[in-house]
């Protein structure tokens, strides 16, 4: 059986290939249009107008609902190596996947209330995905040690504590940027 068809792996798999589509799809669409510029456009203004905004936002609420699948996949695993290793306390995961809940909740604003028509509603949805977004990563990089070797080798645990780290120093100038 190939890898990414074992139990719930499809999960990560789908919400990759799918949140990467929903960029690319809107980005095409939005330049064939002329909505935005060529080089280095915001995400938001991307989906900002019709009819890439409809897609953008098709797209980005089926992303949500991927990514709240997966969390909670990822919540019921480590739920269940805590039962049989004691490996990762209960409130740490529950932290975690509250964080990604939030997370979730936040694309959901972001898909539904376009940046052109209600911009704060917009905003604080952008600011809830990607700031408890990145605090679900962050997270998560720590129950991987801990869990580990049940979850993933060292090596995975390293690539995700970079992941995080790289994401952690990208909040500011995000933010920053968006301000600006």
Request: aromatic residues 14%.
């Amino acid at each position: 059986m190939v890898w990414f068809m074992e139990g719930m792996c499809f999960l990560p798999t789908f919400l990759v290939i799918w949140s990467s589509s929903t960029f690319i799809i809107s980005y095409i669409i939005a330049l064939l249009r002329r909505d935005v510029d060529v080089v280095l456009p915001y995400i938001s203004d991307t989906g900002a107008t019709p009819p890439e905004s409809c897609v953008f936002g098709f797209m980005s609420t089926i992303t949500a609902f991927a990514a709240f699948a997966t969390m909670y996949a990822e919540y019921k695993f480590v739920e269940r190596v805590h039962e049989r290793t004691g490996a990762v306390s209960p409130c740490l995961n529950k932290a975690s996947f509250g964080f990604g809940v939030i997370s979730c909740v936040g694309m959901c604003l972001v898909a539904t209330f376009q940046e052109t028509t209600v911009t704060p509603v917009h905003d604080l949805g952008a600011l809830l995905f990607f700031l408890f977004g990145v605090t679900y990563t962050a997270i998560q990089s720590v129950i991987s040690y801990r869990a580990q070797p049940y979850g993933s080798s060292k090596c995975m645990c390293r690539v995700r504590a970079i992941f995080a780290a790289v994401a952690c120093l990208a909040v500011l100038p995000s933010i920053l940027c968006a301000a600006f």
